[in-house]
C-alpha cells in the first residue's frame, strides 16, 4: 500500500513563492508517474503538473507553464512542486497523486491510483 503525504502549504501574498512537497512510502515504491493536482473553491480538481518517476519528463497545466516546476527525489521517494509568482487564482487544495503502472493521459484523474489528503494554498491579493 502506497501512502502519500503532501506539506508546505500556507498562505502567500501574490507574487510569492511556495514550496510543496509529496512524500511517498510503500514498500518497493517505484510508480510510473507522480503528480500534482488543485482543487479550488467551487471548482473541480484539475491536473498541474506531473512527473515519470524513472527519467523525469515532465508536464505542466498551461495555467503554470513557466511559473511551477516539478522534480523527484527517488531515494528520498519525494516530489516538490516549486511554486513562483504565484496568483489569486492559484488558491486551491494541492493534492499529490500516484500513477503506480504505465498510463498514457498524466492529466487525466483517473489513471492515478494513489492520493495525499492535500494541503492548502492561498494567495492574497
Known amino acids: 500500500q502506497v501512502q502519500l503525504v503532501e506539506s508546505g502549504g500556507g498562505l502567500v501574498q501574490a507574487g510569492g513563492s511556495l514550496r510543496l512537497s509529496c512524500a511517498a512510502s510503500?514498500?518497493?515504491?517505484?510508480?510510473?508517474?507522480m503528480s500534482w493536482f488543485r482543487q479550488g473553491p467551487g471548482k473541480a480538481r484539475e491536473f498541474v503538473a506531473a512527473i515519470t518517476w524513472s527519467d523525469g519528463r515532465t508536464w505542466y497545466a498551461d495555467s503554470v507553464k513557466g511559473r511551477f516546476t516539478i522534480s523527484r527525489d527517488n531515494a528520498k521517494n519525494t516530489v516538490p512542486l516549486h511554486m513562483n509568482s504565484l496568483k489569486p487564482e492559484d488558491t486551491a487544495v494541492y493534492y499529490c497523486a500516484a500513477a503506480p503502472t504505465l498510463i498514457t493521459l498524466v492529466t487525466m484523474r483517473s489513471n492515478y491510483a494513489y492520493w495525499g489528503q492535500g494541503t492548502q494554498v492561498t494567495v492574497s491579493s
Open positions: 510503500g514498500r518497493s515504491f517505484s510508480p510510473y508517474a
